[in-house]
C-alpha cells in the first residue's frame, strides 16, 4: 500500500488547440498568408496544413464557427509571447522612476527635474517623488511638504499623485505620480533645442592691408 494518498492531476487545457485536438467539425481558415480561405470542414483544413509541413491552430474557439490558422507551431508561439511583452509594455503605469528632490531645491533644479517628470509621465511611467531632510532641515518639514505640493501642481496636466505627500520614517518625504489616460493629458512638451555656440571672437578673418 503506498504511503502517499493519490493525486487526481488533470491534464490542463492547452491554450490553443492545435492539430487533432480541434474539436469543430467545420473551421474559418486563414493561411500562412494570413489570407481569409473561408470556412471549410475541419478535415480539409488539417489536410492543407499538412500539405504545406505546417500546423492548423485554433486562434478563435468562442467564434462560430471557430477561426483556425495555418501557421508553423513554433513560429505561432514565438509572435504570441512577443505581443503579450508589448502589451505588458504598453500599460500605463508598468514601470517607474524615482525622481529626488531637496527641501532647498532652486528654482532652475526645480523646473529641470519637473521636466524629467513630465517626460516619463507622457511614456506612461509612475514617478515616485522622494525628498530626503537633512540635519536642521527636519524641524522644518513644512517646506518639504510645500515642494512636493507644488511639484504635484505643475505636473497635474500629466499625472495625478495617489495619495497626499506621506513621510516614510523620520527624514524621507514621498509621494506616487501615476500618469494620466492619453486622452486626458497634453502631447509630451519637446525638448528645448540647444543655443548654438557663440562665435569665437579669434576666428575672424583680419582685413589685409
Request: hydrophobic share 35%; proline share 10%; charged share 35%.
Amino acid at each position: 500500500m503506498s504511503r502517499f494518498p493519490s493525486r487526481s492531476f488533470q491534464p490542463r487545457e492547452p491554450q490553443h488547440r492545435r492539430n487533432g485536438k480541434i474539436r469543430a467539425r467545420e473551421v474559418r481558415v486563414i493561411d500562412d498568408n494570413k489570407e481569409q480561405l473561408g470556412v471549410m470542414p475541419l478535415g480539409d483544413a488539417l489536410r492543407l496544413a499538412q500539405s504545406k509541413g505546417l500546423d492548423l491552430i485554433e486562434i478563435a474557439a468562442t467564434a462560430s464557427p471557430p477561426v483556425c490558422r495555418i501557421v508553423d507551431y513554433g513560429k505561432f508561439r514565438y509572435e504570441e509571447s512577443k505581443k503579450e511583452k508589448e502589451s505588458q509594455t504598453r500599460q500605463p503605469g508598468n514601470k517607474m522612476k524615482e525622481i529626488q528632490l531637496s527641501a532647498v531645491i532652486d528654482p532652475h533644479d526645480f523646473g529641470v527635474k519637473l521636466a524629467q517628470a513630465i517626460e516619463f509621465l507622457s511614456e506612461d511611467m509612475k514617478v515616485r517623488l522622494k525628498l530626503r531632510f537633512k540635519g536642521r532641515q527636519k524641524a522644518h518639514k513644512e517646506f518639504g511638504f510645500e515642494v512636493l505640493n507644488r511639484f504635484v501642481k505643475d505636473a497635474a496636466a500629466y499625472g495625478r499623485a495617489d495619495s497626499p505627500p506621506k513621510m516614510l520614517g523620520d527624514r524621507d518625504l514621498n509621494v506616487l505620480i501615476s500618469p494620466l489616460p492619453k486622452d486626458k493629458r497634453p502631447k509630451a512638451p519637446k525638448p528645448p533645442k540647444p543655443a548654438a555656440p557663440a562665435p569665437d571672437p579669434g576666428s575672424a578673418a583680419n582685413p589685409q592691408a
